[in-house]
């Protein structure tokens, strides 16, 4: 294991090779009072493996991050793959090679992108990427993870790439995953988070999600959209949807704070249809630049994946999705 540096101060080369504090979801602290909503992104993990999509998902992390004053950990996991081609002879200077290039590209990385203030801290670990990153998260209490995924390519083959499904699929805490087509400056101009589209199916763990949603309204000072789809194939369609869509409005609005509505006065929006597809419709037509969605923590098997909603969400959306993981 190797760190680089962080902001103002050097990285001890212990700095994760302290007792693991394990946390139970990783997830985000939420204040109670919703008067003065308060939700602790205080600590963001993001991973990169120097790819537009990695950057993306940093600048993005920078965007809240420096709102929320949040510390930002950037870790590169070198793979022990390249190794497969190294004669034992060799294995130790291929490392050091590996290890020379992934520093020069952080170093590259940090100084390409408007930090404005933010404290950072650039982590080199060798080993496969998920048990990193999931170590990491244990060690370092992060709060969200961000990561990039494969982008417009594999948006019809709904991939978000090996490493990147892995962590979505296997995370008990909360992540952002943003596409490189999504906000790719390239320029390290400062990015900024205007507009929050929050989709809710009320159950209880998209509740949970709604109180980052507001929070992050307050804090960020964004707009905001509620979202609820009433799922229907084709053969529904002709059923009349006004009395429906009359309950389901009075019921989205009564969850929303008194607070967040006198400050930002929050779009209410019914849809029918299916859930991903008019989710991601809505995020086109508002011109989001985050999605917040919940997603229930559970265990799930290699191959399984956590919901094909969420899953569709992150493959597709054309902004960034926070997905919120509770139990």
């Known amino acids: ?26 997830s985000a602290t939420v204040g109670d009072d919703l008067t003065s909503p308060v939700v602790e992104f205080s600590r963001i993990l993001v991973a990169t493996d120097f790819s537009e999509g990695a950057r993306t998902a940093l600048e993005c992390a920078l965007a809240m991050g420096r709102r929320l004053k949040s510390k930002v950990f950037l870790l590169h ?3 022990p793959q390249f190794l497969e081609y190294a004669g034992p002879d060799r294995s130790q200077e291929t490392i050091a090679r590996a290890k020379d290039y992934a520093a020069a590209e952080i170093a590259k990385l940090t100084g390409s992108v408007d930090w404005a203030g933010v404290p950072y801290e650039a982590i080199l670990r060798e080993g496969p990427v998920w048990p990193v990153v999931r170590d990491c998260v244990s060690a370092n209490r992060i709060e969200l993870a961000a990561f990039g995924t494969c982008g417009r390519a594999a948006k019809q083959k ?14 008990d805490f909360s992540t952002l995953t943003v596409a490189p087509h999504v906000m790719a400056s390239g320029s390290g101009a400062a990015l900024e988070l205007k507009r929050i589209l929050f989709a809710t199916n009320f159950k209880p763990h998209a509740e949970r999600a709604a109180r980052v949603a507001y929070c992050l309204e307050c804090q960020l000072g964004t707009t905001l959209a509620a979202l609820h ?34 400050r930002c006065e ?15 419709r809505a995020a086109v037509d508002q011109r989001a630049d985050l999605v917040v969605l919940g997603l229930r923590t559970s265990r799930i098997s290699a191959g399984q994946l956590p919901s094909p909603t ?10 960034a999705v926070l997905t919120h993981r509770s139990s």
């Open 266 to 280: 929050p779009e209410v929006l019914i849809r029918f249809g299916d859930a991903a597809e008019e989710i991601l």
């Open 229 to 262: 789809v009433v799922e229907e194939d084709a053969r529904d369609k002709a059923k009349p949807h006004e009395m429906v869509h009359e309950f389901l409005m009075k019921r989205l609005k009564c969850g929303i704070p008194e607070t967040c509505v006198k």
């Open 158 to 171: 709904m991939l978000l790439g090996s490493v990147a499904e892995e962590i979505f699929r296997t995370a």
């Open 77 to 79: 996991a070198i793979p």
């Open 1 to 26: 294991m190797m760190c680089i540096t962080s902001l103002n101060r050097p990285v001890t080369a212990g700095s994760l090779e302290s007792p693991v504090r394990i946390m139970s979801t990783g």
């Open 310 to 319: 969420a899953y569709r969400l992150v493959c597709q959306s054309p902004c």
